[in-house]
């Protein structure tokens, strides 16, 4: 062979080993522990439906491994009887497989959602997820979708990782609220400073994951809800399954300086229902809330949190929560014809029912050190009432003295059913405890269903004082009780 031609054929032979060691492929990582990373991990379809039609989001999925992965499946949860569509890789179908990326490299999802929201039947939250298989492990990103017409208020605004909305940036605004549509909610809506929300009778609020309701110092809040038609508060996961789950949202919250009234509220699945304290605690101002015909329920913390707060609360049920249905630190508090009922079933509950005391914690830095204990009086009285509960006591306190001298505070229980422990409390003490039962049931009717309905033979039955019953002469469901009043929110029938 001629020098020239033996050149010719190495030339080739090298020509064809590069191109093989080029084309060849990085080893598949079939490692059980890969993971793959998303942009987001929920896709939230926010779009304010009027008509028929479709919207569309995008999902990035990330390979930040170094070397390629291959996804077994790619799905959509529910299948063909989900209301998405997705395109993989140009790819229109609810399940792709064996779908490779590369090394550090990403693939994208394009989502699509088509929903009527002038069909009633069609569900108010549209939920699926995209669940994907890689070495035998499943991640899923959620899909968040509304199937009927709503006030859609998300987040233009992240402060420490806080993220909120003005609900009007008008100063001093009056802003309603009515039922013709429903309010959800992403973030905290926020009523500024001097601005009033008034809630008309029959509005529905849906929070999202850890949204909530928040009204700033100098804000005001009015709920105006009826006995036929309530205002509710509640998260945007409306399944039967989800119906009495805690902890779906984050909590309404309201700061010093307003005027705020509550009537004929349920505020549920929570993880405050309500919080009332000072947003700056050294500016010392009037501040109250009225709370009546309410329940607040399934709170995976705590049913009602106050912080030096002026608080009249009548017919109002606080019910199943993680720690206590109530904590009161300093302020003013006065609850007649309330039921306090906490069987809290979803694990170990850290307080009693009622707490309260003559202080409040402050932190001087966000890191949650250098706390100071601010120690003020404390007034608390409950009249015509029942605290009762699964733990051993459902009542306690905790008093801290300042350089040796205690703030003047007061508690007293005047006729109520109570569950206390008379090695904590002198049940003798009648400037603590005027004409109580102390621990004996008060025969709910259900308290698996959140049910606090009197039985015939409770012993709450005929209990109340009279003159309280007169001041409050109808219960939460609108019976007169004027003539011998039962303890609680409920007279029996």
Not at 251 to 265: K, M, P, V
Not at 280 to 290: G, L, Y
Not at 424 to 436: G, T
């Amino acid at each position: 062979m001629r020098l020239t031609d033996f050149l010719k054929v190495l030339a080739i032979l090298v020509f064809v080993i590069t191109s093989f060691s080029s084309c060849k492929k990085d080893d598949l990582l079939t490692d059980s522990s890969a993971r793959l990373d998303f942009s987001e991990d929920t896709i939230i379809f926010d779009t304010v439906f009027t008509t028929i039609g479709s919207t569309t989001q995008y999902l990035l999925v990330y390979n930040k491994n170094d070397q390629p992965v291959k996804i077994s499946s790619i799905q959509l949860a529910k299948g063909n009887a989900s209301y998405y569509r997705m395109n993989v890789n140009g790819i229109a179908a609810n399940y792709v497989s064996d779908v490779e990326i590369r090394a550090k490299d990403s693939l994208w999802i394009f989502i699509e959602v088509t929903i009527d929201p002038g069909n009633q039947n069609t569900p108010f939250s549209v939920m699926d997820s995209i669940l994907f298989n890689l070495n035998g492990n499943i991640q899923d990103v959620d899909l968040v979708a509304y199937g009927q017409d709503a006030h859609f208020i998300t987040p233009t605004n992240n402060i420490g990782g806080l993220a909120y909305s003005l609900i009007d940036t008008t100063t001093c605004a009056t802003i309603t609220w009515d039922s013709i549509k429903p309010y959800v909610i992403y973030g905290y809506a926020v009523v500024d400073s001097c601005q009033t929300l008034n809630i008309q009778p029959g509005t529905k609020i849906f929070f999202y994951n850890t949204g909530g309701l928040w009204v700033y110092r100098f804000g005001n809040l009015h709920v105006n809800g009826t006995l036929e038609h309530p205002v509710t508060f509640q998260s945007t996961r409306l399944e039967q399954s989800y119906s009495e789950t805690p902890g779906q949202w984050d909590r309404i919250w309201i700061n010093e300086g307003g005027t705020n009234s509550i009537d004929y509220a349920i505020i549920k699945n929570g993880f405050i229902g309500l919080q009332t304290d000072y947003f700056d605690d050294d500016f010392n101002v009037a501040t109250n809330c009225t709370i009546n015909n309410t329940i607040i329920k399934n709170m995976s913390g705590v049913g009602m949190y106050s912080e030096n707060f002026e608080i009249d609360a009548t017919n109002l049920v606080v019910a199943n929560c993680g720690t206590s249905c109530a904590a009161l630190y300093e302020g003013n508090y006065d609850f007649k014809h309330c039921t306090f009922a906490n069987y809290w079933r979803y694990g170990q509950r850290s307080g009693p029912a009622i707490f309260f005391a003559n202080y409040f914690v402050k932190y001087d830095d966000a890191s949650g050190q250098n706390a100071q204990f601010l120690i003020d009086s404390l007034s608390a009285n409950f009249s015509n009432s029942i605290i009762y509960g699964n733990a051993d006591s459902e009542i306690d306190y905790d008093w801290i003295s300042n350089n040796g001298n205690a703030p003047d505070s007061i508690y007293k229980f005047k006729n109520c059913v109570i569950k206390a422990d008379p090695a904590r409390f002198n049940l003798a003490n009648l400037n603590r405890f005027e004409n109580v039962i102390n621990n004996q049931d008060p025969l709910f009717e259900n308290t698996m269903d959140n049910i606090y309905k009197l039985e015939d033979t409770s012993p709450a039955k005929n209990f109340g004082d009279i003159s309280v019953g007169f001041d409050v002469p109808l219960d939460i469901l609108g019976n007169n009780r004027t003539a011998s009043p039962d303890c609680g929110a409920y007279e029996r029938q």
